[in-house]
């Protein structure tokens, strides 16, 4: 099945520091990824997604490329707020296909700490 | 839209006790999870359900059971709690659409914070 690497962290900035988070995969065919935001005392939530190689997914500020060449899609944002405090999680399918009935593989978490 | 919800919200268990937590998603979603999460042990998947009378271990289902008997609910039950089950559970849904070239995203609920005494 598919799986996936993600840098452990934890990881600590200054606001308006810039943010990488590493995630690394190794899949079947080109799956749709995906990164989560975990909020303190919250569930998961979508932060950004991409479907093919080289799309780039955005939001919030946050950006990913699905870069097929090195099977990344590493997490970054140029300027981090005290607000994005939280664990983030990269995520694909278990395995290609309708086989994985929508079950997913995650990271370990990478919790990210800013400081004003 | 409420999305998932769970409850409860918190409980703590004696040893032996048991329970049932809820999840309702109003999306009308084929796909429910049950997850732990646990302390540098990421999410791990307990069960699942692709649809309303079906239900498949995950990961990690020693201990629980399920049981989706209507499609927007699915519970989780801890038939004799154990100290080791003192975790936050997570509830997800999906669609069955793909999203893309495969996988569509799934949706989260608040979390049930349980302890084990």
């Known amino acids: 099945g598919n799986s996936v690497t993600q840098m452990e962290g934890p990881v600590t900035l200054s606001e308006e520091a810039f943010l990488t988070i590493n995630c690394t995969y190794t899949?079947?065919?080109?799956?749709?990824l995906f990164w989560y935001v975990q909020y303190p005392g919250e569930g998961l939530q979508l932060l950004l997604k991409?479907?093919?190689?080289?799309d780039k997914g955005s939001n919030k500020g946050f950006e990913a490329t699905y870069r097929k060449e090195t099977t990344s899609f590493h997490l970054e944002k140029g300027s981090v707020q005290v607000s994005d405090s939280a664990v983030y999680f990269c995520?694909?399918?278990?395995?290609?296909?309708?086989?994985?009935?929508?079950?997913?593989?995650f990271g370990q978490g990478t919790i990210l700490t800013v400081h004003p | 839209n409420a999305g998932v919800t769970q409850t409860p919200k918190f409980r703590v268990l004696k040893t032996g006790q048991s329970m049932t937590l809820l999840c309702a998603q109003d999306?009308?979603?084929?796909?429910m999870y049950w997850y732990r999460q646990d302390p540098g042990m990421g999410l791990r998947l307990i069960h699942y359900?692709?649809?309303?009378?079906?239900?498949a271990k995950g990961e990690v289902p020693d201990g629980y059971n399920v049981s989706r008997l209507k499609k927007q609910n699915f519970l989780l039950g801890l038939e004799s709690a154990a100290p080791s089950q003192t975790s936050v559970y997570f509830c997800?849904?999906?669609?069955?659409?793909?999203?893309?070239?495969?996988?569509?995203?799934?949706?989260f609920g608040p979390g049930t914070r349980l302890t084990v005494t």
């Open positions: 997800a849904s999906s669609s069955r659409r793909q999203t893309g070239t495969g996988g569509s995203e799934q949706y």
């Open positions: 899949a079947t065919g080109y799956p749709s």
């Open positions: 991409a479907t093919k190689a080289d």
């Open positions: 995520a694909l399918p278990i395995n290609a296909g309708g086989t994985s009935y929508g079950k997913l593989t």
């Open positions: 999306m009308n979603h084929e796909y």
């Open positions: 359900s692709v649809g309303e009378g079906t239900t």
